[in-house]
């Protein structure tokens, strides 16, 4: 029991991150799944085994850790791994769909990616995995975390404070995703470097940005111009990364979304990317699933 878990959701873990299906009889564990990932899984329910022998539960903590000495292990001997390195060590993060595996590698093999798709889908949870993994391994000097200040029904004029208090709100998303992979002081100290930016888009105009991982999230709410101004942006040694849900379009009635332009001019362009993720990528709470697909084409016709 201790090594299951409660309601086995030790087991429901190695499961998620491993994507091998674990099926628990009595005292026996049943795997199924691609022979390199029942390997994984298998060395990670030892490793939990053992260490079962000096303490007398598991925590979450120690799968987390388990999940991640197995993919360092696997690494060092030149095996591949689908997690993606990030600062937090108990930070275990992989793709879970096909989808999110090839915007992962789209992103690896592309200086400027766009990734599409609805809520729940990772885009930009995963961009911002694999701008810090970059960081990590010293590929680049940078994080640069733009997004358009839009109104999503509300007026950004009646919130109190400075602007900067005022954009807050506005980029609360990047910082949630960056929580997961960094302890906090060190956000505050890269972010005081410089080594990490958060802008609204408004604030890109007349730079330019080397050695730098650049992403634009929610892009459907920059209009024509502001992004072809962002990716212009693009220096030397440098990464973009382009997310947004093309449903969810904020800008004032009669303007075109940047994103849907840029995606149409650039698609077939060589050496850009283009992911679009959907219903079957999202990974957030399954209700989230539902809800996507219950306003499918009543969404279209709201006002």
Known sequence: MQLFGPADANLKRIRETLGVKIYARGTSLKLEGDPEAIGKAANVIEHLRAKLTRVPLLKRDDVNDALAEIAVKLAKDGMPTNVIPVFRKSAIIVPKTDGQKEYVEAIRDHDLCFCLGPAGTGKTYLAVA?????????????????????????????????????????????????HDMME?????????NDVIEVVPLAFMRGRTLNNSVVILDEAQNATKQQMLMFLTRLGQRSKMVVTGDDSQ???????????????????????????????????RHKLVTRIVHAYGEAGKNMG
Do not use: H, W
């Not at 906090?184 to 005081?192: G, L, S």
């Open 130 to 178: 694999m701008a810090l993994s970059l960081l990590k391994a010293g590929r680049i000097k940078r994080l640069v975390l733009a997004r358009p200040a839009v109104e999503a029904g509300e007026k950004l004029g009646y919130l109190p404070g400075d602007l900067q208090a005022k954009v807050n709100p506005y980029l609360r998303p990047l910082f949630d995703a960056m």
């Open 184 to 192: 906090y002081e060190q956000i505050n100290r890269f972010m005081v």
């Open 249 to 283: 379009v904020d800008l004032e009635s009669g303007r075109t979304s940047g994103l849907v332009d840029a995606v149409r001019r650039l698609e077939n362009v060589e050496g850009i990317a283009v992911c679009r993720l959907g219903k079957m990528d999202i990974v």
